[in-house]
Each structure stands twice: as structure tokens, then as C-alpha cells.
């Protein structure tokens, strides 16, 4: 999409294209330096979601506003530029408080929403899954809850008839309650799938099969390289979010069969591609997701793919640890994977600590260099956790639970 600009000092205006509602970005400067990366990120989240748009305005403040939250003066520009463009929709780069969406709407004369409902919203479009889509409603609804006096402050009781004259029920108070239902009934669908995903994943360690969970920052090339290693054709996109459902796939690994002898299936590995993080992930995302997320924090070993051509790629590492410290998960052993060499002209490689073990490994999954090394240091991982397990029979008369743990692959 290419910026049109308009007179010196007005907000850049954009070409639109046909799609959905057309919408204004607001972003403000709060002295991080992660900014412009931020900014930039806002654009994919919009155009992503299907959405024309007309304009942004960015400034810079100390703090956000209590009110309006980007203050009296910035809020006319945006009224401003909303009037000129006729915009449907102005989206903040920001999370905003119920009385700021409130008094926003009223100000600009048109519906607002922030970071979070922008989110939201591109997980139900992409929810392909009965699970996911559970997931996503659950995490709308309890979105939704703390904003729901936006949609009645214009009424005050439900009307009564003949005989059910009274002071009644508030209609707030009826949608909550409604509301509360819902919650409860999905809380309960999506822990019977839990259960069920719990019972499978028990059946796949009685059969001592590797659980490996592929992490990472969205649109980092998790899918590509998902494809790449299992041929599953899992969709793949250059775009934010392309992924949210989990989708689990068997790979084989040829050297760690020929260790084993020749045993029935001692090569294989159960992969599993997951939803992808994104700085100031929505916490009614996280919980929602939980149930989904365990394949991370019960996988025996994470790989932490990461766009090493992206310039924000060290903010992006510390979003997904965040969230994997948050969901239980950063007590699993971590292999780094450097994805999108092609972009960068790196040569493929692994990298080792003073040890010699292994903690990353640079490769391309679109034009498959370096995937050899990622199969073969797969293969050395397990290697090492059979060892660990025969040694923990041989001492204390029974495998061991988490042969992984001992292994540092986090540096």
C-alpha cells in the first residue's frame, strides 16, 4: 500500500484499496524504542485484517491522557482527518480503557478501538479449527465484558407489561449475566478438549516419542519451516497471524534411527506448529489459549524460530520469552532457530557454548539451506536425552520423566 502525502505537516494518506472498513491508525511516541518498529507492525495487524487505510496520526507525550487518552489537541486532528476522510473506524496502537473508548467515539464521531480488539478480531477471522474458534469467542467475550456500559448507557430498565411492572432488571445487568453464562459453558467445552489433548500426548510418551513445539515471534516462518521439515502443507503466509491453530505432524529422523539399530519408529519425532506471540499480546489471548499452548510448555523441546533479517529481531526474542515465562513454558529446553538466511546472506550454521553444546542454528526454511543441520542437531538432542534415559534405568530402575531438563539449550 503507498503513502500518498498530503500538505506539509498534515498526516500521510494512503491509496485505498477494495477491502473492508476504512480506518484512521493512532500511534503515540512514549519515548520507547521500539516506536517506528511498532508503528510498522500496526500497519501489517491492519492490512491483515482486510482493512483501507486513509491515514495516521502520530505524536509524542510523557503519559497518556485519563480522558481522551492522546489529549484535547491530538483528539481534534484526529476528528480532523476521521471528517476529511469520512473513516469508519480510528485504531489506537495502544490498549485503551473503556471511559477512553467512551469519550473517544464521542469526540471523533465514529467507533474506536485499540491494539487488543484489533488482535481479537484477526484471530476470529483466522480461527479455522472448533477448538480455536471456542478459544477466540472466550477470549472476546471476556474482552468484552469491561466494555459493555458502552453499548446501554442510553437505557435504564427493560420494559414491563401487565403484571410485571416493577423496577425490574438493568439490561447491563441482564447482558452480564448472559454473558457469564456463555463464559462458564465455553470454560467447560475447552477443558473436555483439554482433557482429551492431555490423554494423547500421555499415549505419544508411553511410546517414548520426542515432543518438539515449534515458538516464536508471528511471521517469523514458523509454518514454512513446519512444511519444510514434515511436508504437511500447513497454509503459510507472509503475514501476521497466518497460524492459530495448532496442527501436530511425525518426522523422521533418519540418523537417530540408525543409532538406535533399526528399532520400529526410533527415528521419529511429533512436531508440533503453533499460534505465534506479538508484543503486548492480549492477556484474554494467553488465557484463552492456554489449553492450546500446553503443546508448548509439555513439549520436551522448544524451537525458538526467529526472523533474523527482521531489525526488531531482539525485541521479538524478548516478547516470546515473556509469554512463554507467562503460559509455564520457560522451564523447557530451548533450541534457537535463525530463519530467513536468504534475506540476510548469511551462511547456514550452529551454534555452539564453551561446552560444546548446542544452543542455535541458522537457516533458510523457504529455500531449505541449513535444514540438514537443524535435522541433525535434532538428532544429537535426542541422542543425548536416550542416553540420560537408559543411564536413569540403569540407576534408579525406571525412566526418567523429563530427560530433557538437564540439557542447556537456553544460552
Known sequence: ?????????????????????????????????????????LRLLATGAGLDILGEVLGKRSRPDAALFV??????????LVAATEADVVIFNHEL??????????RLRCRVID??????????????????????????????????????????RQRGGVGMRGPGEKQLETDRRLLGVRVKALRERLARLGKQRRTQRRSRARQQVMSVALVGYTNAGKSTLFNALTRAGAYAADQLFATLDTTTRKMYLPRLAESAGGEPASGEVVLSDTVGFITRLPHELVAAFRATLEATT????????IDSASPGRERQIEAVEKVLKEIGADGVPQLRVYNKLDLTGVAPGAGRDEYGKLHSVYISARTGEGLELL?????????????????????????????????????
Open 1 to 41: 500500500m503507498r503513502p500518498v502525502r498530503t500538505q506539509a505537516g498534515s498526516a500521510p494518506l494512503f491509496e485505498r484499496h477494495e477491502g473492508g472498513e476504512r480506518v484512521i491508525l493512532v500511534a503515540l511516541d512514549f519515548g520507547m524504542p521500539d516506536f517506528a518498529e511498532s508503528v510498522a507492525e
Open 298 to 305: 509439555e513439549a520436551d523441546l522448544l524451537l525458538h524460530v
Open 97 to 106: 480503557s473503556p471511559a477512553q473508548e467512551r469519550n473517544l467515539e464521542r
Open 71 to 80: 489529549g484535547s489537541g491530538k483528539a481534534d486532528e484526529i476528528a480532523a
Open 375 to 411: 535435522r541433525d542437531a535434532l538428532s544429537e538432542i535426542l541422542l543425548a536425552s536416550r542416553v540420560q534415559v537408559e543411564t536413569g534405568q540403569n540407576e534408579a530402575g525406571s525412566p526418567s520423566d523429563t530427560p530433557l531438563q538437564s540439557i542447556d539449550l537456553t544460552k
Open 115 to 156: 491494539r487488543v480488539s484489533l488482535i481479537l478480531d484477526i484471530f476470529a477471522r483466522r480461527a479455522q479449527s472448533a477448538e480455536g474458534k471456542l478459544q477466540v469467542e472466550l477470549a472476546q467475550l471476556q474482552h468484552l465484558s469491561t466494555r459493555l456500559v458502552r453499548g446501554w448507557t442510553h437505557l435504564e
